[in-house]
C-alpha cells in the first residue's frame, strides 16, 4: 500500500499478482552463468515474449545472450492470469509468448543446425479430445486448450515447401552447368545465384523428417490447471512428463 499509490483505485490496475517474488527461487535452483553464450555447450535455452506495445515476438537464446531471472519473468507473465508485464529495457514491455504461440516451433528451427530433424513436442493442452464440452466451465476450459495447443503444422508444411524448392533450384543449377555453354551465362549472375541458393539451403536446407508429441494425459478435466502452481501438481507433471516420454522412446528404439 504504502509503495503503489494506485493500491486503492481498481480502475487504474493493470494486474493483480506479483510474480517478482519468484526471483529468489529461481536464483536459489538456477546457475545463470551456465544460460550465456559458452556458458554451458550441452545446455541451451530458447524462451518467448511479446512486445506488449507493437505485438512483435520477443526470442531470449542463451546461445546469444545471458538468460536472466527477468528474461524467465517475461516468458511466464500471462494478462489473463492477472500478471504484469516485465520491462526488459526502456521502452520493451513483454508479456508471454503463449499470447502469439504457445509452442516455440519456428524459434527452435531457425536456432537448431541445418540437418533433416526429428521434433518432440511437449503438449500441456491437448489437441484431440473425444467427446464435446457439456457445460460451459467445459467450454471455457476447451477454449483455453484450442488457445494453447501445438499450431505447427502451417509452419511444418512451409518447411516442407521451401525443401523442395531448395531442391529443384539445384537440379537446375546442375542442368545449367551440364547443358549451357559457359560463355553464354553472365558469370557474375551465375555466382549470384550459387551463392544465394548456398546461403538458403544452409539456413533453411533441413527437412523435417519426423514430429513426436509428447501429450499430457487429461481423464479429469481441471480447470485451473494452467493457474495450479502448487508443489504437489508441480512434481505430478514432472513424473507424468517423464513417464510418458520413456514410453515414446522405449516405442521409438
Not at 515447401?161 to 531442391?167: A, D, G, H, N, P
Request: hydrophobic share 35%.
Amino acid at each position: 500500500m504504502l509503495k503503489d499509490p494506485q493500491y486503492f483505485d481498481p480502475s487504474k490496475w493493470t494486474h493483480i499478482y506479483d510474480h517478482s517474488h519468484l526471483v529468489k527461487t529461481l536464483e536459489k535452483y538456477i546457475d545463470f552463468n551456465k544460460l550465456q553464450p559458452n556458458g554451458q555447450p550441452n545446455a541451451r535455452l530458447i524462451m518467448t515474449a511479446v512486445n506488449v506495445l507493437t505485438s512483435q515476438p520477443l526470442t531470449f537464446d542463451s546461445s546469444k545472450r545471458k538468460i536472466t531471472p527477468k528474461h524467465i519473468l517475461a516468458t511466464s507473465a500471462y494478462p489473463s492470469d492477472n500478471f504484469p508485464w516485465v520491462e526488459l529495457e526502456e521502452g520493451v514491455y513483454a508479456w508471454d509468448g503463449a499470447l502469439l504461440s504457445n509452442t516455440p516451433f519456428s524459434e527452435v528451427i531457425d536456432a537448431s543446425p541445418v540437418i533433416d530433424k526429428k521434433l518432440f513436442i511437449v503438449e500441456n493442452y491437448p489437441s484431440n479430445v473425444g467427446k464435446l464440452p457439456d457445460n460451459l466451465a467445459m467450454v471455457y476450459h476447451r477454449a483455453r486448450d484450442i488457445m494453447f495447443s501445438n499450431k505447427t503444422q502451417r509452419q511444418i508444411r512451409m518447411s516442407k515447401v521451401i525443401t523442395r524448392y531448395l531442391k529443384y533450384i539445384e537440379e537446375l543449377h546442375h542442368i545449367i552447368e551440364k547443358n549451357i555453354d559457359p560463355a553464354k551465362i553472365d558469370k557474375k549472375q551465375l555466382e549470384k545465384l550459387r551463392h544465394t541458393y548456398t546461403k538458403m539451403k544452409r539456413e533453411r536446407g533441413a527437412e523435417i523428417k519426423e514430429i513426436i508429441h509428447v501429450t499430457r494425459d487429461e481423464p479429469f478435466p481441471y480447470f485451473y490447471e494452467d493457474t495450479d502452481f502448487s508443489l504437489e501438481t508441480i512434481r505430478n507433471s514432472i513424473k507424468q512428463g517423464e513417464s510418458k516420454t520413456n514410453e515414446i522412446l522405449q516405442e521409438l528404439q
